[in-house]
């Protein structure tokens, strides 16, 4: 109970309070000033206005008119009519509405204007006059100058163009009702009258009206169809100018055919287009049909069109990756297959900007044919899960990929959804190596080859490039089933499984072999032998040497290798051993520049490759 008593006494005491309204201090006050017949009233009346405070002010300027101002003791302003004097009241009605005390005042003064004289130069006659009601009425709007004041008086006389006139004193609109059709003349005067200074001034102006409403007889020999053309690239457009003119009680519908068919229905006889898709020579018609009462009409007339659409010779498509992707750079390749030879070949590229999701490529004036296209980041990590090597429109491969049929016009819209790795982590390597076929002399290493790792549903995991002796490598793999798939255009690709446990994390000789005469990668898998399998798998580099040499294992193992050196006599000038679980460095650095061969031989094969010491 004393904490809410404590809590009471807290919020009564929090309570802001204001100062109460004291009527003495309430004081209504104004000065006058004029420049020729307007009045400025400033006001001085205090208290102004606060968040408890209001004030309201009532101004009777002298002469029948009063203004009002709430909460502002800005300046008034009034323009008066007529010269002479003018007693000028304030009423100052101030409310305090916290303590709900109001308070009144008053203040006044005299003020002199002068309204100068009426100036005929001021004095304009405007109207302009439109049919109405079916086209039976004439609606004029009175634009005149000047209005009337305490001093001037205004006189309209509007004649009609019929006979009639009317007589008023007002600007408001008239209307007149015509009993024939017709092109009216309308003339409007004005008379203005200053009483003060005994002036009268005059202006007048005239317009035009058309009235059509009242009933005609159609007579359907009068109907005619007709019409005028202008063509530009693909559109053309009609002038209508068919007969007779709607109007007078008389409705007409226009059908435009255009040969396409398309057909456009209109109620009047504004100029019409019409787009055409393609090429062609086409025949438009058009249908006038007339109805008045209970009489139609109709007449009909063609005329013909050719239309030439040049189509820019273009492919185009965007390049597709996830939207929150920075600003990249990826390469755009052009690839075309000869049935002949059976062979694929990049013909154009083109380097792509590619930002908040997506980047356009466009390859022009190309010949009629099927294509391929493929993308390829730039710049980027030649291995790992970022977005890997893709064709048109989402495929790893170029034996899949989508087939573009151009046809010489604008091929469009032949995107590429770039693919994208798993990131993955797990105990888990593959590496190895690709090689040239025995077709080739001894084999060689292949640099630049994609090697896509996916997993046992063809899903994309990662990807690698091969670096100059042939070799790649993936890292950090779970444990899992996976398809080692080299990829490269007009190649029959055989992929290689390999099962990583975690028994057998490792695998270090998932090697391939390229066979140009076969136009085939396959999986070499002893990783021993070559397609002939009479040699040991190896790679010696550099060669010419100068001071080592390097020989890379097509499969490490833990075996011993023999390696001699002899010269182009027979003569051995060399020989050392060494274990085959990593490359080997051989020191050639004594020998002389010249020729020779090197054999390295172990307990599954042999090898001899020549040797060029510089």
């Excluded at 008066?80 to 009144?104: E, H, M, Q």
């Excluded at 007078?248 to 019409?272: E, H, L, M, P, Q």
């Excluded at 493929?374 to 030649?382: D, E, Q, V, Y």
């Excluded at 010249?594 to 490759?609: A, E, P, W």
């Amino acid at each position: 109970m004393r904490k809410f008593l404590l809590f009471m006494l807290v919020c009564v005491f929090s309570v802001p309070t204001y100062a109460q309204l004291n009527c003495s201090n309430v004081n209504a006050a104004i000065s006058l000033s004029a420049s020729g017949a307007t009045a400025t009233l400033t006001n001085s009346s205090v208290p102004t206005a606060s968040s408890t405070i209001y004030t309201f002010y009532t101004i009777n300027w002298g002469d029948n008119v009063t203004t009002y101002a709430y909460n502002t003791n800005a300046n008034q302003q009034h323009s008066y009519t007529a010269s002479g004097t003018y007693t000028v009241t304030l009423y100052s009605d101030v409310l305090d509405s916290v303590n709900n005390i109001r308070c009144l005042d008053t203040a006044t003064a005299n003020i002199s204007v002068t309204v100068p004289p009426l100036n005929c130069n001021n004095v304009n006659a405007a109207l302009y006059v439109t049919p109405q009601a079916g086209g039976t009425q004439g609606r004029l709007t009175n634009n005149s100058t000047p209005t009337g004041g305490m001093n001037l008086s205004t006189q309209f006389e509007i004649k009609w163009g019929d006979g009639n006139t009317t007589y008023t004193s007002s600007k408001a609109t008239q209307v007149h009702t015509y009993t024939a059709n017709g092109n009216y003349i309308v003339w409007l005067k004005i008379t203005a009258h200053d009483s003060a200074n005994n002036i009268t001034c005059v202006d007048s102006m005239q317009d035009s009206v058309s009235i059509t409403g009242f009933g005609t007889t159609l007579n359907c020999s009068s109907v005619n169809a007709a019409f005028t053309k202008t063509t530009s690239g693909a559109s053309v457009t009609l002038v209508n100018n068919s007969t007779p003119n709607i109007g007078s009680g008389i409705t007409a519908v226009y059908t435009y055919y255009w040969g396409d068919g398309s057909s456009t229905v209109r109620t009047n006889k504004n100029n019409t287009s019409h787009t055409y898709s393609s090429s062609g020579a086409y025949t438009i018609k058009l249908v006038a049909g007339y109805t008045y009462q209970n009489i139609y009409c109709v007449d009909s007339t063609m005329d013909s069109v050719n239309i030439v659409i040049n189509v820019p010779n273009i492919i185009s498509g965007n390049i597709w990756v996830d939207s929150t992707s920075q600003l990249d750079s990826y390469k755009v390749w052009l690839i075309t297959f000869d049935s002949n030879t059976n062979i694929l070949a990049a013909v154009d590229s083109q380097n792509v900007a590619v930002v908040a999701g997506s980047g356009y490529y466009v390859f022009a004036n190309k010949s009629a044919r099927n294509y391929r296209t493929k993308a390829a980041r730039l710049n980027g990590p030649t291995s790992g899960t970022g977005y890997v090597p893709t064709y048109h429109d989402s495929s790893l491969l170029w034996s899949s990929a989508n087939v573009i049929a151009h046809n010489g016009g604008s091929t469009l819209y032949k995107h590429i959804y770039m693919k994208k790795g798993t990131v993955t982590s797990g105990p888990g390597f593959i590496g190895g190596n690709v090689l040239q076929g025995a077709n080739k002399g001894t084999a060689n290493g292949i640099e630049g080859l994609n090697i896509l790792l996916m997993d046992a549903n063809d899903n994309i995991i990662t990807y690698a490039v091969t670096d100059v002796n042939g070799d790649y490598q993936f890292h950090n793999l779970p444990v899992a089933s996976y398809k080692v798939y080299p990829e490269d255009l007009n190649y029959a690709t055989t992929p290689y499984v390999v099962n990583v446990t975690s028994a057998k994390p490792f695998h270090q000789a998932v090697n391939f072999e390229r066979s140009n005469s076969k136009m085939t990668i396959n999986p070499l898998v002893t990783g021993i032998a070559d397609v002939n399998n009479k040699e040991l798998l190896l790679q010696v580099y550099p060669n010419p040497a100068h001071d080592v040499v390097t020989i890379s294992w097509g499969v490490y193992t833990d075996d011993m290798a023999n390696i001699t050196i002899s010269d182009i006599s027979g003569k051995r000038v060399f020989s050392t051993q060494t274990n085959m679980n990593q490359n080997a460095v051989i020191s050639v650095d004594g020998l002389q520049t010249g020729f020779y061969f090197m054999n390295v031989s172990t307990g599954f094969g042999s090898n001899t490759q020549k040797l060029i010491i510089k």
